[in-house]
């Protein structure tokens, strides 16, 4: 590890932030939206690693959203967040600001010949997971029935990255992602 990677060994303080940003917003959705039944939740980001966003999706939303397509598609519209008309980006995301600048002043110390360092996509990675995993551990997702009808994972938009795959199973109880690993693979 160089010196610059250096900058990524204490994720503490940014995962308590991205968690809190999270965590309200989910919080705001369910006391607004007290009828819906949520089964999806992501944390998503750019290549550029200094985007987090936090998304989720409702059975009722996705009947919307999918009134009219085909089965064809199904499965896209059920997991890809970047669709999710009423949740993608749903409240204020403010929050997630001053991790994504610290994210971003992590990049700059790091970057070299405009190239982001592995390392950095790598930390970044490991805070997203952290976070919904603190998440999780806070009860946020719900308890027994409830939580085993919500599946947590991380979304990279317009990346080849592949924790965009290997997140649910990370993520969620081997019960749960066995539950959805079928429909969720049909999608990527």
């Known amino acids: 590890m160089s010196e610059s990677d250096d900058v990524w060994d204490d994720l503490s303080d940014l995962v308590e932030g991205a968690a809190a940003a999270a965590q309200s917003i989910a919080r705001s959705a369910f006391e607004a939206f007290p009828d819906q039944r949520f089964y999806a939740f992501?944390?998503?980001?750019?290549?550029?690693?200094d985007s987090l966003g936090f998304h989720m999706n409702s059975l009722e939303s996705l009947e919307k959203i999918t009134a009219g397509t085909g089965p064809e598609m199904a499965d896209y519209y059920r997991w890809y967040w970047g669709e999710w008309r009423d949740f993608e980006y749903w409240g204020d995301?403010?929050?997630f600001d001053p991790v994504n600048d610290a994210i971003r002043r992590k990049v700059d110390a790091t970057i070299e010949d405009y190239v982001i360092p592995k390392a950095a996509g790598a930390a970044v990675e490991a805070l997203m997971?952290?976070?919904l995993k603190k998440l999780d551990a806070d009860g946020l997702f719900g308890e027994g029935n409830l939580r085993s009808e919500r599946l947590l994972y991380i979304g990279f938009y317009n990346s080849g990255r592949t924790i965009n795959e290997r997140s649910p199973e990370l993520l969620n109880p081997p019960a749960v992602w066995e539950a959805h690993k079928a429909s969720f693979n049909a999608w990527l």
Do not use: K
């Not at 992501?42 to 690693?49: M, Y």
């Open 42 to 49: 992501v944390l998503s980001n750019h290549d550029e690693l």
């Open 93 to 95: 995301q403010s929050g």
């Open 129 to 131: 997971l952290q976070t």
